[in-house]
């Protein structure tokens, strides 16, 4: 148990812990009113509970981020957070490797934020810094620093969608171009080009077009239904959706629902069944195919077609702007794609918004001229 005892008009609280050879460590510290050092006695009671033992010497931060993740967040988490937690801590064994946490300063820290801007999108990035600030705010509380090297850093300007948006998409004749060129292709024999157009059609992402089941399609109100993704690499399984917003309902063209009934029928004419009663298989293999499968005939597509080269993301993209184009009400779009907050949507494709204002700003005039 901790020892409180009082030393003139403050109060000192003194943890012994022991760790697993034995070995005695012993941390104080000293507070205003009793009412503090009983608060933060019971605080380093409950870590002992969870196994925690103050290192003998500094610690690192990719250590003190691992002892603290393991303690404090992976307990009462979900999967979908976890894997967040996970990927921050793979950024700081690449970036910070053995570099204790006492010598980071807050120039090596922004250096550390401005390497991930350039590389992962802004939602990423500010994800990372929020799981970083919090371990060196506890950190501090835990008295393994004395200062906070976050405070009064920032996310920069990324490479995210809002730039990749600008170029990763097709305009309306690319797209009309696209979709006649893979329609004849679609079929058993060529699940990729079906992928494809399940996308350029929805607006999903390629884990929650590969996620697609039998049951998530409505033949008589012609919808797709997007509550789970698959995961391709590594174990093949279903997961959680990126946000609770990604869960939805969207509405599909009859041709599309054709398509996918047609693949059904010659599936179960192939006897081709699975566990998981998953949409996308074909006959020339018996899983899913890979986001670099269906790359490759994107490439294919626009070396034939002469066409702007794009990626599988870019198809979401394509969706997107293709509605705005056509007038749809972007809140409308922004459900559609699964986004929390329209105010994503109107950021992602401000390009485009902005290039419609200005068409509007000229209408707006000629109307004006006619009083």
């Known amino acids: 148990m901790a020892s409180i005892s009082k030393r003139g008009s403050s109060w000192t609280v003194r943890i012994t812990y022991y760790d697993q050879d034995g070995k005695r460590y012993q941390k104080s510290a000293t507070f205003k009113t009793k009412l503090e050092a009983q608060h933060f006695a019971a605080q380093n009671e409950l870590k ?30 979900a999967d979908a957070t976890k894997r967040n937690y996970v990927f921050t801590l793979d950024q700081l064994k690449k970036w910070f490797k053995k570099t204790r946490i006492d010598k980071i300063s807050r120039a090596m820290y922004q250096d550390f934020i401005n390497y991930l801007a350039k590389n992962y999108a802004r939602e990423t990035v500010a994800k990372i810094a929020g799981h970083c600030r919090a371990c060196v705010i506890d950190a501090i509380e835990d008295e393994i620093l004395t200062r906070n090297f976050t405070i009064r850093t920032s996310v920069p300007r990324c490479t995210d969608a809002e730039s990749e948006a600008t170029t990763n998409y097709l305009n309306v004749a690319d797209t009309i171009k696209l979709k006649d060129y893979l329609e ?37 109100d012609c919808t797709l239904r997007f509550n789970k993704a698959w995961q391709s690499k590594g174990v ?21 629902i054709r398509l996918l009934t047609n693949l059904h029928q010659d599936q179960l004419a192939a006897n081709l069944t699975n566990e998981y009663q998953l949409v996308f298989l074909g006959l020339q293999s018996s899983s899913i195919p890979t986001g670099t499968a269906v790359n490759r005939l994107l490439s294919k597509s626009h070396e034939q077609l002469g066409i702007r080269k794009i990626t599988f993301h870019g198809l979401r993209h394509t969706h997107a702007s293709y509605l705005i184009y056509k007038r749809i009400s972007i809140y409308v779009i922004a459900k ?26 000229s209408l707006i005039i000629n109307v004006l001229e006619e009083l």
């Open 236 to 256: 093949h399984k279903f997961s959680p959706t990126k946000t609770k917003a990604a869960n939805r309902v969207v509405a599909v063209p009859k041709s599309l």
């Open 184 to 220: 004849p292709k679609a079929s058993i024999h060529n699940i990729s080009a079906l992928m494809i157009l399940a996308s350029l059609f929805s607006g999903a992402r390629y884990s929650a077009i590969a996620g697609l089941t039998w049951n998530d399609i409505d033949y008589q």
């Open 336 to 361: 559609r794609l699964g986004h929390s907050d329209v105010g994503i949507t109107q950021r992602v494709y401000t390009h485009i918004i902005s290039e419609l204002h200005q068409e509007q700003t």
């Open 48 to 77: 002992k509970k969870h196994g925690y033992t103050p290192s003998a010497s500094p610690t690192s931060f990719v250590q003190y981020f691992t002892d603290w993740y393991t303690v404090y967040k992976a307990p009462k988490v």
